[in-house]
């Protein structure tokens, strides 16, 4: 069985501060998905990483996966109320084929 | 267009009660998806269907049965379900359901059973 490591579980930050959110694995991922959910709403794509080392950007959001493809990060700049959300990381292949291992969440607030 | 669109988004029901979940994507994605989400948990896989056959079926109790009647449709029937079923019903797709595909999902149904 496939897991995936997410940390911290809870966060909670006022605005302007910065937050890495981390996720680890053993086993090796052909991709590793980050998405945003809020209360009610189903998970948002937020990135997809494929290749090991890749660093992504998006707007005050870094992806980055681990050179061995099993581990990831999600650093937020700046954060504001509106990053408040369920992030969850996801991945996939390896041995779970057709499923995605999701992490366990990590609850972000943002106090203004 | 990346849109899964879920119906109703809120559902009420009696434990004696049958009711369906419809899912429709019109993305041609040949890999469709049921997820159960408990409240700040992550999605719980229930089934894929790829190519409109049952591929992975994870265990789930029988009172939950999926259809999908065509490429673009995924239904999940319900019946005499438990209060403990109460959750957000999450579809998503995929392109094949290959280990590298992008799973989009839909907004959910919020189903509450009484």
């Known amino acids: 069985t496939q897991l995936l490591e997410q940390s911290p579980q809870f966060l909670s930050i006022q605005e302007g501060e910065n937050l890495t959110v981390y996720c680890n694995s053993s086993?090796?991922?052909?991709?590793l998905q980050w998405y945003r959910q809020e209360p009610g709403e189903g998970p948002v794509l937020l990135v997809t990483?494929?290749?090991?080392?890749e660093v992504k950007k998006l707007k005050r959001l870094t992806f980055q996966f681990g050179d061995a493809r099993k581990d990831s990060s999600l650093h937020i700049t700046a954060a504001q109320p509106g990053d408040t959300g369920l992030y969850l990381c996801a991945g996939a292949g390896g041995t779970s084929y057709g499923k995605l291992t999701f992490g366990q969440g990590t609850i972000l607030t943002v106090h203004p | 267009d990346t849109e899964v669109t879920q119906t109703p988004k809120h559902l009420v029901m009696g434990m004696t009660n049958k009711k369906s979940l419809k899912c429709e994507q019109h993305?041609?994605?040949?890999?469709m998806y049921w997820y159960k989400q408990k409240a700040k948990k992550p999605p719980e896989l229930m089934f894929v269907?790829?190519?409109?056959?049952?591929?992975i079926n994870e265990s789930v109790p029988s009172r939950f049965s999926p259809e999908c009647p065509n490429s673009s449709l995924l239904n999940l029937h319900l019946h005499a379900l438990q209060p403990e079923d109460s959750a957000l019903y999450l579809c998503a797709s995929s392109h094949h359901g290959t280990p590298s595909d992008i799973q989009y999902f839909g907004a959910g149904t919020r189903l509450s059973v009484l």
């Open positions: 086993s090796v991922f052909s991709s």
């Open positions: 993305m041609g994605h040949r890999a």
């Open positions: 269907y790829s190519y409109e056959k049952l591929s």
């Open positions: 990483v494929v290749t090991g080392g």
